[in-house]
């Protein structure tokens, strides 16, 4: 598909992929755990309600139009390039914390319906974090590709990543993107499967884990390199994606032609049973992999055309 684009580079027809739906979100444990062993990642459409979708995204665009960064309606995304926000150094982070509060936002991410989605894969019951990356991306950004897994290590082992898009995502907004078969690239995989994250959870660490390798070539000269593909999709309020910490993804550029941001989050889930006394994600103020909780994240900054932020199109988490 021509002129999709990542980190400002053309995605030849060749590199590119659909995602591959899973017909039934209904199905057993069993169905759905073989897919996703079997692809890395489910892709489960119109498994939550559209309309609760459609209000937490109207909420979190009407905290943002409230700072002034996105015009009227609010529920269209389009951004203004002019911000009265906060600045996170200042406010602790206050501000977005309260945006990754908002309770109708929270009814999509943390509610029953998305538990009982996440619990039916995991074949128990699920604790979702508390802390979740909720990223509203302007127009010219784009996330490095990434594993997970360093960011998330030293507790449950069966964590996995529930990928919300917020609204209707069509490609050329940047939404998620999965590097396909990525879970078995052992040479990336196995230096960071050797760290013990249970002694060093620093954020040098953990950034240099997930990034560093994955970054040395551009994702197009990856999946050529490896004969393999990006897949993506076009995304409704509603669907959702599951993956583990050992799929590697970031996303499409957001080259959207009204100027609109891509407003997605992801929320981190583990089966009930396995330990969640981990501060950096769990609590009523979870400090995050940083230390800094909410003021750490990158979603906390105004939002900002890179010229003026001093940013790559490519960025980290």
């Known amino acids: 598909m021509s002129g999709l684009k990542i980190q400002q580079r053309e995605i030849p027809n060749e590199q590119f992929g659909r995602l591959v739906e899973y017909a039934n979100a209904t199905d057993s444990s069993t169905d759905l755990q073989q897919h996703l062993n079997e692809h890395g990642y489910l892709l489960l459409r119109q498994a939550l309600d559209r309309d609760s979708v459609m209000a937490a995204r109207q909420k979190v665009l009407s905290r943002l139009h409230d700072v002034g960064e996105i015009e009227d309606p609010p529920i269209d995304g389009k951004v203004t390039w002019r911000s009265q926000r906060p600045d996170p150094g200042v406010d602790g982070g206050e501000f977005w914390k309260s945006v990754n509060q908002e309770p ?36 010219g950004s784009a996330t490095q590709l990434h594993y997970d897994y360093p960011f998330f290590a030293g507790g449950s082992q069966r964590i996995h990543t529930v990928w919300i898009p917020l609204g209707d995502i069509p490609l050329c907004n940047g939404p998620l993107v999965l ?117 750490d994240m990158r979603g906390a900054k105004p939002i900002q055309r890179l010229s003026d932020s001093g940013q790559s199109s490519g960025q980290r988490l």
């Open 104 to 139: 109708a936002l929270r009814e999509v991410t943390h509610g029953r319906t998305t538990h009982e989605v996440v619990g039916r894969v995991f074949g128990e019951s699920a604790q979702a974090h508390d802390l979740m990356f909720l990223r509203p991306m302007p127009p």
């Open 179 to 295: 590097v396909e078969n990525s879970f078995d690239f052992d040479d990336l995989l196995d230096p960071i499967r050797a760290i013990d994250f249970t002694h060093d959870r620093s954020n040098e660490i953990v950034q240099t884990a997930a990034y560093d390798s994955q970054k040395e070539s551009h994702p197009i000269d990856l999946a050529v390199s490896r004969s393999t593909r990006l897949l993506s999709s076009d995304f409704s309020a509603g669907d959702v994606v599951i993956f583990s910490g050992f799929l590697l993804h970031g996303s499409l550029d957001n080259n959207s032609p009204h100027e609109r941001v891509r407003l997605s989050c992801d929320v981190r889930y583990q089966p009930a049973a396995d330990p969640h006394d981990d501060e950096r994600y769990f609590g009523s103020a979870p400090k995050g992999s940083k230390g800094g909780g909410y003021a």
